[in-house]
């Protein structure tokens, strides 16, 4: 359980009787035999696309909370792989079986995107963290269903559901070149070229063949607009990617943790949401999460733990861009450059914390925090103290907003 008898904590590492687990959180565990007494703690869980808000709470105080950063660049890079393989299967290469049917009957049957799948990973893995550091009796996970089409149009009813915005259409290029009345929306046809293109707003590796994602170009803004002669001021409509993430993931992290974990409960933004305005708090994550754990009036943690998902590997082996003599400069770096890894995290000599995000040969590193705040852009390594080795999730501590009335 967790304590501020600083003193009696000392004391107990002096003598041997506990040792130090963990440095963020600073956690330790006793070397003897004690009482089995804990008191009952309420893990909430703010499940979402973006952040992971947590609270442990009882009916007194808040002893843990955390907002987690979850990635999202593993949609841009597998589209990134995927174009990469296809250009090689294009060039003159050895003779390769086709892999296809291996791919489709080694899918299970209840198979979720990789993007998706690391995200419910890391959920999973937040909260075996809190099951680790506190004596957790209760786990309240809050799942959200978003009625996308009541989003986009909220009088929709009845047979439209299944008729949609692309009915009677062929394809997706037929509709956007139908909806925008088959004119150039940037020239409004002034160029008299009669020739159309479909234009993706957004890169198609990250938005996708979406309508809201698409416009119609004559094909000379289309090419001045790849050649840099052209700015296109217009942004894509509204993106459904968070709900449609929340959609898919909300059952498969709630029956991971019935797996995993004996007494664990659902409940819903709607009741979070008025649990909040009841309680005259402010929203965040950690809120919202004290707010699902039942109860929000507890006296909130003087200490936030903010946490961040990394990249663990890169794999690609080389630049995409060919030099001069055809030679492709390697991607990698060293795993170690004088002794430290990407991610891993030191104390500046000015007593600053933060974590490596960038290295050179000559010794000078980018030193920041996880908000992306640059503490140093080249200090020596010669300067620094490693107090923590890279993992797949950075925790930072700062101090605690305090309550909102």
């Known amino acids: 359980m967790p304590t501020k008898r600083h003193g009696k904590v000392r004391h107990m590492l002096r003598t ?10 600073f956690t330790i565990q006793l070397t003897y035999e004690s009482t089995n ?4 703690l309420t893990l909430g869980i703010d499940a979402g696309s973006k952040t992971i ?13 955390s907002e987690t950063e979850l990635r999202n660049d593993i ?9 990469y393989r296809r250009a090689r299967r294009n060039r003159k290469t050895r003779y390769r079986k086709a892999r296809f049917q291996n791919r489709t009957n080694g899918k299970k049957q209840r198979w979720i995107a990789p993007s998706i799948q ?10 075996t963290q809190a099951h ?7 786990i309240i ?15 929709i009813s009845g047979a439209e559901y299944q008729q949609g915005e692309q009915l009677d259409f062929w394809n997706v290029r037929e509709y956007v070149l139908f909806r925008d009345g088959h004119n150039c929306q940037y020239c409004h046809s002034k160029s008299n070229d009669n020739i159309l293109n479909v234009h993706h707003i957004e890169s198609r590796k990250t938005g996708g063949d979406a309508p809201n994602n698409l416009i119609t170009l004559c094909e000379d803004c289309h090419k001045a607009y790849h050649g840099g002669k052209l700015n296109l001021a217009i942004n894509r409509g509204q993106t459904f990617k968070d709900a449609a993430f929340m959609g898919i993931m909300r059952w498969a992290f709630y029956n991971r943790l019935k797996e995993t974990y004996p007494n664990v409960k659902l409940t819903y933004g709607y009741i979070t949401k008025n649990t909040r305005i009841r309680a005259g708090l402010d929203k965040s994550h950690c809120v919202d999460a004290r707010c699902i754990s039942g109860n929000p009036t507890a006296k909130p943690s003087d200490t936030i733990y903010a946490q961040k998902s990394v990249r663990r590997h890169n794999r690609q082996i080389h630049k995409a861009t060919i030099n001069k003599g055809g030679v492709r400069k390697l991607n990698q770096s060293p795993k170690y450059v004088y002794g430290y890894q990407l991610f891993d995290k030191v104390k500046m000599a000015n007593g600053e914390e933060g974590f490596i995000f960038g290295r050179r040969s000559s010794g000078s590193f980018d030193i920041r925090r996880l908000d992306g705040t640059k503490l140093s852009a080249g200090i020596s390594y010669k300067k620094l103290k490693a107090i923590g080795s890279r993992r797949s999730i950075l925790t930072e501590r700062r101090s605690g907003v305090p309550p909102h009335n």
């Open 16 to 25: 041997g009787r506990a040792v130090v687990v963990q440095r963020t959180p």
């Open 118 to 127: 690391h995200k419910i990973e890391t959920h999973l893995k937040v909260v």
């Open 141 to 155: 996970a809050e799942v959200a269903s978003f009625d996308i089409q009541k989003i986009k149009n909220p009088e």
């Open 132 to 138: 680790k550091r506190l004596p957790i009796s209760e």
């Open 37 to 40: 007494y804990v008191q009952p």
């Open 53 to 65: 808000g947590v609270s442990a709470t009882t009916a007194q105080e808040e002893v843990y909370a």
């Open 75 to 83: 949609v841009e890079l597998l589209s990134t792989r995927r174009e």
